[in-house]
């Protein structure tokens, strides 16, 4: 069966993975530099699009959507044994290493918002909401995590260059144009209405604004 180039991914789908490559690198940098001012501004943007990608998880385009691509135990079971079909979208496994990088990558914005460093001076908005115990220990957590995040990110990369090398499957261009070669004659992916886009940007900046004033007025 020839493969067909379809569309796999929608324009803010893609903006958004490689903004978070970006910022998350720029955290890396801003962290290890002592450059805590804009290490907590790259902070707050990460916060930013792990929120929008949450919104869109639930009305962004087809191959976005959270219902379209996590599967159950017997659909990686058939990915695993090469049974299963090629869809537009992210794979069973792929799937998974989204919503590990998502959730993980959350837990550590979390943990920086209520951090406390050793002087009690630069601290994350939230933190007058915690003790300085506790605020010390989300920050110990937050370098724990963050590491963690690192060998997850290595293995997200050399997942990339083994579908690459060995089953031929150009996952990373796709990010890039949105396209992919698919067997048969599959659906390219339903885009959605600008409105959506808007009101999730909307969203995004304003719950972002709410915590960087610590919800206060």
Do not use: C
């Not at 902070?43 to 191959?63: E, K, Q």
């Not at 090469?82 to 989204?98: I, K, Y």
């Not at 293995?155 to 990010?175: D, K, N, P, Q, V």
């Amino acid at each position: 069966m020839s493969p067909t180039r379809v569309r796999v991914w929608d324009v803010p789908t893609r903006l958004l993975h490689w903004l978070m490559v970006v910022s998350f690198a720029v955290s890396w940098w801003t962290g290890k530099s002592g450059r805590l001012e804009w290490h907590r501004w790259s902070g707050y943007l990460v916060l930013g699009l792990i929120v929008f990608r949450i919104y869109w998880g639930f009305v962004g385009g087809s191959t976005a959507r959270f219902a379209a691509f996590l599967r159950g135990p017997r659909i990686i079971a058939s990915y695993l044994r090469g049974t299963w079909r090629p869809v537009p979208g992210h794979n069973p496994l792929g799937a998974l290493s989204v919503i590990a990088l998502l959730g993980l990558t959350g837990v550590q914005v979390a943990l920086g918002l209520f951090a406390v460093d050793v002087d009690g001076i630069e601290s994350g908005p939230l933190s007058m909401y915690v003790s300085f115990e506790t605020g010390r220990a989300a920050a110990e957590w937050h370098e724990t995590v963050f590491d963690a995040l690192l060998w997850l990110v290595a293995l997200h990369i050399i997942a990339i260059a083994w579908y690459r090398l060995f089953r031929g499957e150009h996952l990373l261009s796709a990010m890039i144009h949105g396209k992919r070669d698919l067997p048969g004659d599959p659906p390219s992916v339903q885009a959605v209405s600008a409105v959506r886009l808007i009101v999730g940007v909307l969203l995004a900046a304003a719950f972002t604004w709410l915590v960087i004033r610590a919800f206060q007025f």
